[in-house]
């Protein structure tokens, strides 16, 4: 599979580590340019390689976003259509400053993103694990117990695809919903973000069977 990564601090640079040690070709980008991303590309091995958030979008089977979320309207947009996008994006007031629609509870993070990108399927994952576990717990319990990744989406065959590559990193997809509720339940400040649960205790506490 080839994937492309648009972010490459801790959790863009995690899923690149993981995806080319899973067989697939990855480019991964951010906002500084390639050059900025020698030093990570000579770490990640031969699979990984240095682009531009453009390049890194038409490349991909899958695009991960994984950058602050404030800098969601500076995707490539026209690249990105037609793209199964994984939002790995998490708001932070803090960080991001104050959108009022997502204090208020109107939409999620993963809806504005979508509206952004209105021609890219956009799933919501990688976004409730702690970066260090996310590169350290898959396989850790061997197939017949995996830790659980919450996936939300709004298109089911962009979902499916998620489901296999959050499968091939060796954790279990556990099907939250749509993007407007399922996202709300593994945005922050919900009871499993960052809790880092084995997929059977993950369905129990957002309520899926």
Same mark, same amino acid.
């Given at each position: $599979?080839?994937? /492309? ?14 995806? =080319? ?8 980008? *951010? ?58 994006? *998490? ?5 991001? %400053? ?10 999620? =993070? ?8 209105? /021609? ?8 409730? $694990? ?7 717990? /898959?396989?850790?319990?061997?197939? *017949? ?6 996936? =939300? ?23 939250? %919903? ?32």
């Amino acid at each position: $599979m080839r994937i /492309g990564l648009i972010g490459a601090g801790h959790v863009g640079s995690t899923l690149a580590y993981l995806c =080319s040690e899973a067989g697939d070709e990855v480019l991964i980008a *951010n906002r500084h340019g390639p050059d900025t991303l020698h030093d990570l590309e000579v770490e990640l091995g031969p699979k990984v390689h240095a682009a531009t958030p453009g390049e890194a979008a038409r490349f991909g089977d899958i695009v991960v976003l994984a950058v602050p979320f404030e800098q969601y309207r500076d995707l490539p947009a026209a690249e990105l259509a037609g793209k199964t996008v994984v939002d790995a994006c *998490n708001y932070s007031r803090p960080r991001d %400053g104050r959108f009022a629609e997502l204090e208020d509870g109107r939409v999620t =993070s993963s809806e504005l993103v979508q509206w952004e990108l209105p /021609g890219a399927h956009v799933v919501k994952a990688f976004n409730a $694990m702690r970066w260090d576990h996310l590169r350290s717990y /898959g396989h850790s319990a061997g197939a *017949n117990r995996r830790y659980g990744i919450p996936v =939300s989406a709004d298109d089911q065959d962009a979902k499916w695809r998620v489901f296999d590559l959050v499968e091939q990193l060796g954790f279990e997809p556990v099907d939250a %919903g749509g993007l407007a509720d399922g996202g709300r339940k593994h945005q922050p400040g919900t009871t499993v973000y960052t809790a880092d649960l084995w997929a059977d205790d993950l369905r129990d506490r957002i309520g899926v069977d």
